[in-house]
């Protein structure tokens, strides 16, 4: 079946260190996202990708990272400079051009700290 | 400002009841779109329903439908004959543009937590 897989489901992080998030869809979606949700708030976006080897910042993409080499792939990197990573994280992707089209959310991956 | 408010943090309805969660929006682009989601306690994220800004209809799907009033900028969602199984955490999210700087990206309210009891 074709769909967003996220791994792991839950994360734990230490002081000081980087820890990537993999988000890998099948669905052969050009556009990936990563969002980051707070408990009972909304998503906000950290960074998104329409296309192989292009990405761009979102609204809170200080102390995350991203790379974007295969069409299907799109990790995230939450580097030791996010002060405040423990939060729920979810990779959506989407056909860049279909508008009317609407995001596919993977399953997340819960980070918390150490 | 707020690109999309959500002003009710938690609803409740008796089960088989209609309910209608608030959804206004704030933009300058003559082309947008509007999604609603579903996050049920687990926390995937289950698309429900779209409204394009151009789409002469509110839009329907199934018990769903949009009750959308361009003027005054609101996208209310309704749900018809509500179940017990509709107890989750609803967003709405805004597309605005159609174009390569732009793409499909999504700004997001905060969300209402609905209860449905029995």
């Known amino acids: 079946d074709g769909g967003i897989t996220q791994s792991p489901k839950y994360l734990f992080r230490k002081e000081g260190q980087n820890v990537t998030l993999s988000c890998e869809q099948n669905?052969?979606?050009?556009?990936m996202y990563w969002y980051r949700q707070d408990p009972g708030q909304g998503l906000r976006l950290i960074y998104y990708s329409q296309i192989v080897n292009d990405f761009q910042k979102g609204d809170i993409a200080e102390g995350y990272s991203v790379s974007r080499e295969k069409k299907e792939s799109f990790p995230l990197t939450v580097t030791s400079a996010q002060k405040n990573p423990t939060a729920f994280y979810l990779c959506?992707?989407?056909?860049?051009?279909?508008?009317?089209?609407?995001?596919?959310f993977g399953d997340g991956t819960r980070l918390s700290i150490l | 400002a707020q690109k999309i408010t959500q002003t009710q943090p938690g609803m409740f309805v008796q089960e088989k009841e209609a309910v209608t969660l608030d959804c206004t929006y704030d933009t300058s682009d003559p082309s947008y779109g509007l999604f609603w989601y579903k996050q049920p306690s687990s926390g995937e994220m289950i698309f429900l329903i779209y409204q394009g800004s151009y789409d002469q209809q509110n839009a329907t799907e199934g018990r769903y439908s949009l009750n959308f009033q361009k003027a005054r900028k609101s996208a209310n969602l309704v749900i018809s004959a509500s179940q017990l199984g509709d107890s989750a955490m609803y967003f709405c999210?805004?597309?605005?543009?159609?174009?390569?700087?732009?793409?499909?990206?999504?700004?997001f309210g905060e969300g209402t937590q609905l209860t449905v009891n029995p």
């Open positions: 669905l052969n979606h050009d556009a």
């Open positions: 999210a805004m597309r605005e543009g159609e174009g390569e700087t732009s793409g499909s990206r999504l700004t």
């Open positions: 959506a992707s989407s056909m860049r051009t279909q508008y009317n089209q609407p995001q596919h």
